[in-house]
């Protein structure tokens, strides 16, 4: 398999059998974009779901090999790119693909790419990446030192931050990976495997537990919940009323700035830019007259509910 590509039915198939690598930091709460409940659904559903893999995830596979590359011209490292999902020996729903090992330098490869507005998530000092990223780092190290009996020190990080290219290391925490390790077992055993979703952490968390409302079933709240419904309609104008004050001030900005790009203080410090961007959008209303039937083979249909708090 070519990694720079998404995974095949068959590696999808095969991680749902295992707790992996970029699962650990969701069941340790430590994800910023997913949950445990998202991990327990990608498990427990029969769905391949590589068409759900967003762009920035696709251009990051896409762009896997450029990065090992960019790593292998700096460091003059041998590496190569194993495709088997590696499994602990003693747990076995434990698993980890990893993106290259280096055979020079005896430690894995783990390449990223991210977006230079998230320049300040990587630091300058060479352990100092996102917390997902360790944990993942020490999830694979764990699993792959296990599944082979070759044991690895480090997990180095090679990444693409817009143009800046740059390499991080992370080190072996032995702490760390036990506690990944109870993580994953209890989560395995007491939730994956009994069919019981951990409990919902967030507002999306409950939408994707309960996605379908059941017509006229009628829910009677306690009054602390009615509280928090009046507490959500307050919030709200409150929010209206900020954002409307936002609006007013960046108005007055815009106006006194005219057309200029920069803007500085009286000292000729850059304090804020008014620059000009361009985004592409579809014209679905042209599509839709004069390309309806590529329109409606491109549909699709999005369930989801929505609370509305009655006046």
Known sequence: MNQSNLLSNVD????????????????????PYKTALD????????????????????LGQHLEPFVLQLYVESTNAKITRPTDLFLMKKYPNIGS??????????????????????????????????????????????????????EVEKVVVPVLIGQDFRIYEIKRDPELEQIILKNCTDFWENNVKKLIPPTPKTAKDVMNLYSRAEPNKICVLNNHLIN?????????ITKKQIEEHISEIEAEIYNFATD?????????????????????????????TKYSDIYIDC??????RMLKIKE
Request: hydrophobic share 35%; glycine share 2%.
């Open 228 to 236: 928090k419904l009046q507490e959500i309609k307050t919030l709200k």
């Open 12 to 31: 999808l198939a095969n991680r749902k059998q295992a707790i992996c690598a970029t699962d650990s930091a969701a069941l340790l709460n430590m994800h």
């Open 260 to 288: 200029s790009e920069i803007l500085q203080d009286v000292s000729g410090k850059t304090i804020a830019t008014i620059k000009n961007y361009t985004k592409n959008t579809l014209n679905t209303n042209l599509i839709k």
């Open 39 to 58: 991990v327990y659904l990608d498990k427990t559903s029969p769905d391949l779901n590589n068409a759900d893999i967003n762009l920035a995830a696709r």
């Open 299 to 304: 549909l699709k249909a999005t369930s989801y």
């Open 97 to 150: 693909h990893i993106d290259a090992y280096d055979e020079t330098n005896k430690c894995l490869v783990e390449a990223k790419t991210t977006s230079a507005f998230l320049r300040n998530q990587w630091g300058d000092d060479q352990d100092d990446i996102p917390v997902h990223y360790i944990i993942q780092c020490a999830h694979e190290s764990m699993v792959f030192s296990d599944s082979t009996g070759q």
